[in-house]
T-cell receptor, first 115, second 110 residues
Framework: AQTVTQSQPEMSVQEAETVTLSCTYD???????LFWYKQPPSRQMILVIR??????QNATENRFSVNFQKAAKSFSLKISDSQLGDAAMYFC????????????FGTGTRLTIIP | NAGVTQTPKFRVLKTGQSMTLLCAQD?????MYWYRQDPGMGLRLIHY???????AKGEVPDGYNVSRLKKQNFLLGLESAAPSQTSVYFC?????????FGPGTRLTVL
């Protein structure tokens, strides 16, 4: 079974600085998708970025980028120029590309932005 | 375009009571999901549906039932609520490989 591990329960960063959130996963599959979701205090789960495992190029969405290391099964999220609105819980998630409907989540990292 | 909506946003039940949570999506997605989120944990899949009239069990299905009579709606039922079902419930629908979530329902069972 797939597992997703986020080893940093909490992180903090100064406003305008860069922070990296870690995520590792365990799978025997070769084709899958990885996601980062943001959950602000409003509780809404918001998709931040997605990565397809067969693509070597790291995904980027504005200030958010990932460092996808398939061999190491690592999928970290980098937030550049951190803003107060980035404060939230961040969840890493895994989904198989074939058949399995299950989206497996990590336990989350709470990110605090220091003004 | 409202996306995924959930009704109600909050609910308090007594042990043994029943209730239904409603999820609606206006994106014409085939796939829909119900998750629960507990403190210190990520979301866990309760049930899901791959299309109108179909349902399937997820990771933690016990104590819940679901129905998908219309494509746009996915209902989650608790027949006899237990304190262990106190949680935040999220509905999601999927297009391609990405799931889109509703705002959640906070359920407390006393």
């Amino acid at each position: 079974a797939q597992t997703v591990t986020q080893s940093q329960p909490e992180m903090s960063v100064q406003e305008a600085e860069t922070v990296t959130l870690s995520c590792t996963y365990d799978t025997s599959e070769s084709d899958y998708y990885l996601f980062w979701y943001k959950q602000p205090p409003s509780r809404q789960m918001i998709l931040v970025i997605r990565q397809e495992a067969y693509k070597q190029q790291n995904a980027t969405e504005n200030r958010f980028s990932v460092n996808f290391q398939k061999a190491a099964k690592s999928f970290s999220l980098k937030i550049s120029d951190s803003q107060l609105g980035d404060a939230a819980m961040y969840f890493c998630a895994y989904r198989s590309a074939i058949g399995n409907e299950k989206l497996t989540f990590g336990t989350g990292t709470r990110l605090t932005i220091i003004p | 375009n409202a996306g995924v909506t959930q009704t109600p946003k909050f609910r308090v039940l007594k042990t043994g009571q029943s209730m239904t949570l409603l999820c609606a999506q206006d994106m014409n997605h085939e796939y829909m999901y119900w998750y629960r989120q507990d403190p210190g944990m990520g979301l866990r899949l309760i049930h899901y549906s791959v299309g109108e009239g179909t349902t399937a069990k997820g990771e933690v299905p016990d104590g819940y039932n679901v129905s998908r009579l219309k494509k746009q709606n996915f209902l989650l039922g608790l027949e006899s609520a237990a304190p262990s079902q106190t949680s935040v419930y999220f509905c999601a629908s999927r297009r391609s490989d990405t799931q889109y979530f509703g705002p959640g329902t906070r359920l407390t069972v006393l």
